[in-house]
């Protein structure tokens, strides 16, 4: 193997990993965290396809993260629990995605939409 594969191989697993530890992050609440800061990490040194899962997981975790906040704050007056079941949603659709094109060394077509 060549240090290009090798990398490639590398990149690969990092993705996944962060793919696993959002997953973890809806029983732990803390290794999504942990996956943030290994994607923003390896956000420079990634490169081609698997760069724009690490932009997609950053973007994911952010987002999701402003989401979650607004719906703890709003489950106050009730609502903030239909907040927080679409937050559940999203964030699943958009990790299944992720590993799935992950699996397939597929890029993730638009890192910055905020759907799926």
């Not at 973890?24 to 081609?48: P, Q, R």
């Not at 952010?62 to 607004?70: D, E, M, Q, S």
């Not at 079941?85 to 077509?109: M, N, Q, S, Y």
Request: charged fraction near 15%; aromatic fraction near 12%; charge should be neutral.
């Amino acid at each position: 193997m060549t240090d290009t594969s090798n990398q490639v191989d590398q990149d690969r697993r990092t993705v996944l990993l962060v793919y696993i530890l959002y997953f973890l992050g809806f029983a732990t609440g803390i290794s999504a965290a942990a996956g943030v800061y290994i994607a923003s990490d390896k956000k420079d040194a990634a490169g081609g396809v698997w760069r724009s899962h690490i932009d997609y997981q950053i973007k994911t975790f952010w987002i999701g993260l402003a989401a979650l906040f607004t719906g703890a704050v709003l489950s106050i007056v009730l609502i903030g629990w239909l907040a927080i079941f679409a937050w559940t949603v999203w964030t699943l659709v958009r990790c299944v995605k992720g590993v799935i094109a992950a699996l397939e060394d597929r890029p993730i077509e638009d890192p910055q939409t905020l759907m799926w």
